[in-house]
């Protein structure tokens, strides 16, 4: 029988794999599987179906290889790319990640104006200094803990659904038969998703909280080497976390598309931009519940996911100059790395006082992100197969399979979306 103790200890257990997953929910991300469902209807739920295996597979390198080198991902291309390449890689990061901060902050001053009023930028602001001083002010263990609790708001969108008709047969259908189609939009569209989902900042974030879980252990080094129940012990963990981690976050992204297919595209409207777009034409459609989970979610999502993507700059900068680095140091301890990750906040908070408007360059961010993640993928490919890097911990021949798989399909899709007429 389960009890309270054994649902705490199970909690427990997750950590860095819910937490990725469920950033991987940002309101970016909300607006990107928003277009979708209303520009494609349930045309494209199929590719988060096909996507969930391959998204398991790569965030289970990143955590294996943060776990079993101590060393964040960064530190670790290093060590199979050229230098020159690692640092435009981490660069194209840090400016994708910023960018996706600006988006995040808008949307959720935005939401908030919906639901309450008062100006969106002044919302937007209060919004950014707080990320940006949650992580300096909290130690790892807290921050930990609020990140997990603020998972919790992406339960708003299975909400959404349940408050809907839906015919589940016919979306059945949809998910596990692909409806392909031609054109730059669609493929551009399905760039976008795969770039949603499966997207480098997820990779080094949960790598650097594999690293920081591993330098809590004060003899890990010698008990991998000496104990394999030790390894195969947080192996698990890792491999458990990831799973439940990825499900929980294609879950979502499932239910906003298909919402937004439902009430949208099923009413002709095709034209969404924004997590504010999404949230207003629900409105009238889906009825003010479903409209104030929507909004309500985009600000949790937002909270959870701002910090998670300024640390995985951060700890990518600071890896790949090997400054010391992890939310366990002060900011006196580790200047540089808390430096980045504040400014990441408050430059992308700024750009949401400037005439450029990320949340228009919603869409292109995340094909941004699908181009990025190829050569990033088979980095961590590489490494993956490093005996010299992991030791007798490298990957299996079916971890290795699924792991190149997922990277040619990226790879296939940037392809196709630039040759598509």
Same mark, same amino acid.
């Given at each position: 029988?389960?009890?309270? !103790?054994?649902?705490?200890?199970? #909690?427990? !257990?997750?950590?860095?794999? %819910?937490?990725?997953?469920?950033?991987?929910?940002?309101?970016?991300?909300?607006?990107?599987?928003?277009?979708?469902?209303?520009?494609?209807?349930?045309?494209?739920?199929?590719?988060?179906?096909? +996507?969930?295996? %391959?998204?398991?597979?790569?965030?289970?390198?990143?955590? !294996?290889?943060?776990?079993?080198?101590?060393?964040?991902?960064?530190?670790?291309?290093? !060590?199979?790319?050229?230098?020159?390449?690692?640092?435009?890689?981490?660069?194209?990061?840090?400016?994708?990640?910023?960018?996706?901060?600006?988006?995040?902050?808008?949307?959720?001053?935005?939401?908030?104006?919906?639901?309450?009023?008062?100006?969106?930028?002044?919302?937007? %602001?209060?919004?950014?200094?707080?990320? #940006? @001083?949650?992580?300096?002010?909290?130690?790892?263990? +807290?921050? $930990?803990?609020?990140?997990?609790?603020?998972?919790? @708001?992406?339960?708003?969108?299975?909400?959404?659904?349940?408050?809907?008709?839906?015919?589940?047969?016919?979306?059945?259908?949809?998910?596990?038969?692909?409806?392909?189609?031609?054109? +730059?939009?669609?493929?551009?569209?399905?760039?976008? $998703?795969?770039?949603?989902?499966?997207?480098?900042?997820?990779?080094?974030?949960?790598?650097?909280?594999?690293?920081?879980?591993?330098?809590?252990?004060?003899?890990?080094?010698?008990?991998?080497?000496?104990?394999?129940?030790?390894?195969?012990?947080?192996?698990?963990?890792?491999?458990?976390? &990831? $799973?439940?981690?990825? %499900?929980?976050?294609?879950?979502?992204?499932?239910?906003?598309?298909?919402?937004?297919?439902?009430?949208?595209?099923?009413?002709?409207?095709?034209?969404?931009?924004?997590?504010?777009?999404?949230?207003?034409?629900?409105?009238?459609?889906?009825?003010?519940?479903?409209?104030?989970?929507? #909004?309500?979610?985009?600000?949790?999502?937002?909270?959870?996911? $701002?910090?998670?993507?300024?640390?995985?700059?951060?700890?990518?900068?600071?890896?790949?100059?090997?400054?010391?680095?992890?939310?366990?140091?002060?900011?006196?301890?580790?200047?540089?790395?808390?430096?980045?990750?504040?400014? #990441? &906040?408050?430059?992308?908070?700024?750009?949401?006082?400037?005439?450029?408007?990320?949340?228009?360059?919603?869409?292109?961010?995340?094909?941004?992100?699908?181009?990025?993640?190829?050569?990033?993928?088979?980095?961590?490919?590489?490494?993956?197969?490093?005996?010299?890097?992991?030791?007798?911990?490298?990957? &299996?021949?079916?971890?290795?399979?699924?792991?190149?798989?997922?990277?040619?399909?990226?790879?296939?899709?940037?392809?196709?979306?630039?040759?598509?007429?």
């Amino acid at each position: 029988m389960l009890t309270l !103790r054994h649902a705490r200890q199970f #909690a427990d !257990r997750l950590g860095p794999g %819910l937490i990725t997953g469920a950033a991987d929910d940002d309101p970016s991300g909300l607006a990107t599987y928003s277009q979708a469902g209303a520009q494609f209807g349930a045309g494209l739920l199929w590719s988060l179906a096909f +996507t969930l295996p %391959l998204m398991i597979a790569v965030q289970m390198v990143s955590a !294996r290889i943060g776990w079993l080198t101590g060393r964040g991902l960064a530190a670790n291309i290093v !060590r199979v790319l050229p230098r020159w390449l690692a640092l435009c890689l981490v660069a194209l990061l840090v400016l994708a990640n910023t960018l996706n901060i600006g988006a995040d902050i808008a949307a959720m001053g935005e939401a908030l104006q919906l639901i309450v009023g008062g100006p969106p930028h002044g919302h937007a %602001l209060i919004f950014g200094l707080l990320c #940006a @001083a949650l992580p300096v002010v909290l130690n790892y263990e +807290t921050m $930990v803990r609020v990140l997990k609790w603020l998972t919790l @708001a992406l339960l708003s969108y299975v909400g959404v659904v349940f408050a809907l008709h839906v015919n589940w047969g016919q979306v059945l259908a949809r998910t596990l038969i692909p409806s392909l189609a031609g054109g +730059t939009g669609y493929w551009t569209m399905v760039v976008a $998703v795969l770039g949603t989902t499966i997207s480098p900042y997820l990779f080094f974030w949960q790598a650097a909280q594999e690293s920081e879980q591993r330098q809590r252990f004060k003899h890990a080094a010698a008990a991998l080497t000496e104990s394999p129940a030790f390894a195969r012990e947080h192996l698990y963990r890792i491999k458990l976390d &990831t $799973v439940i981690g990825m %499900l929980f976050s294609n879950l979502i992204a499932f239910c906003v598309m298909l919402a937004t297919a439902i009430t949208l595209n099923g009413n002709g409207i095709t034209d969404i931009q924004t997590t504010r777009d999404a949230a207003q034409a629900l409105r009238p459609i889906a009825g003010e519940f479903a409209f104030v989970l929507f #909004a309500l979610g985009v600000i949790g999502t937002g909270m959870l996911a $701002v910090p998670v993507l300024a640390g995985s700059a951060a700890y990518a900068v600071a890896d790949v100059f090997e400054w010391r680095s992890g939310l366990d140091h002060s900011m006196g301890e580790a200047k540089g790395f808390y430096g980045v990750l504040v400014a #990441a &906040t408050l430059i992308g908070t700024g750009v949401d006082f400037t005439p450029l408007d990320p949340i228009k360059a919603l869409l292109w961010s995340a094909v941004a992100n699908g181009v990025v993640a190829v050569p990033i993928m088979g980095a961590m490919m590489l490494i993956g197969s490093h005996r010299g890097i992991l030791g007798e911990h490298t990957l &299996t021949a079916r971890h290795r399979v699924l792991g190149w798989f997922a990277t040619v399909v990226m790879g296939a899709a940037v392809v196709a979306m630039l040759l598509a007429p």
